[in-house]
């Protein structure tokens, strides 16, 4: 099983800050990564698919990075609705999600 | 518009079985692999189970397998997974959830486009 490690657990930052979340896999993926936002008591939301590419209705301060091993999710000029807990997956081997990353607004 | 609804969530004891649905719309259900993935409280998301659009081919976690069965009826738009033999670790939310492709290519497999809002399964005594 491919094991995905999200660092760092948490993340508290302001308004306007940008904040780099990183993704590592025990093994490569290739490009085969998606990233997700995930707000309390709601599902999922699909952001970035095949490591760099946003999905429809993404804002542009949302991007993806990275390939084999090692991937980013960089969010531009924080606002305080990107408050949310953020998933990786990776889908090259079967289907594994990393342990999230949990993102605070100031 | 896409929605996915699930059903059948509950309370059950452990070693029991239970039956979850989830109900497709907004789409040509047939032609897209779906999944169940579930979310423990407080806790991340696991991959359950996947099948394929045409129903040929189903993947399951080996947390749940021998246990767990994906299945779809394209004709009804519908996804179950039947659950046998529970065990506490199984409580958690499960969500269906849409693949953009209609399968896995061998375990080559997909992320997710859309999910439903989940339904919430609870073993205990």
């Known amino acids: 099983e491919i094991v995905l490690t999200q660092s760092p657990g948490t993340l508290s930052l302001s308004p306007g800050e940008r904040a780099t979340l990183s993704c590592r896999a025990s093994?490569?993926?290739?490009?085969?990564l998606a990233w997700y936002q995930q707000k309390p008591g709601q599902a999922p939301r699909l952001l970035i698919s095949?490591?760099?590419n946003r999905a429809t209705g993404i804002p542009d301060r949302f991007s993806g990075s990275g390939s084999g091993t090692d991937f980013t999710l960089t969010i531009s000029r924080l606002e305080p609705e990107d408050s949310a807990v953020y998933y990786c997956?990776?889908?090259?081997?079967?289907?594994?999600f990393g342990q999230g990353t949990r993102l605070e607004i100031k | 518009e896409v929605q996915l609804l699930e059903s059948g969530g509950g309370l059950v004891q452990p070693g029991g079985s239970l039956r979850l649905s989830c109900t497709a719309s907004?789409?040509?259900?047939?032609?897209?692999?779906v999944s169940w993935v579930r979310q423990t409280p407080g806790q991340g998301l696991e991959w359950v189970s996947a099948?394929?659009?045409?129903?040929?081919?189903?993947y399951h976690a080996d947390s749940v397998k021998g246990r767990f069965t994906i299945s779809r009826d394209n004709s009804k738009n519908t996804l179950y997974l039947q659950m046998n033999s529970l065990r506490a670790e199984d409580t958690a939310v499960y969500f269906c959830?849409?693949?953009?492709?209609?399968?896995?290519?061998?375990?080559?497999?997909?992320?997710?486009?859309?999910w439903g809002q989940g339904t919430r399964v609870t073993v205990s005594s």
């Open positions: 997956q990776q889908y090259d081997t079967l289907i594994t």
């Open positions: 099948i394929s659009g045409s129903d040929d081919g189903t």
């Open positions: 095949g490591a760099s």
């Open positions: 907004g789409f040509t259900f047939s032609k897209y692999a």
């Open positions: 093994q490569s993926v290739s490009n085969y």
């Open positions: 959830a849409k693949a953009p492709l209609g399968s896995c290519t061998n375990t080559r497999c997909y992320n997710f486009d859309y």
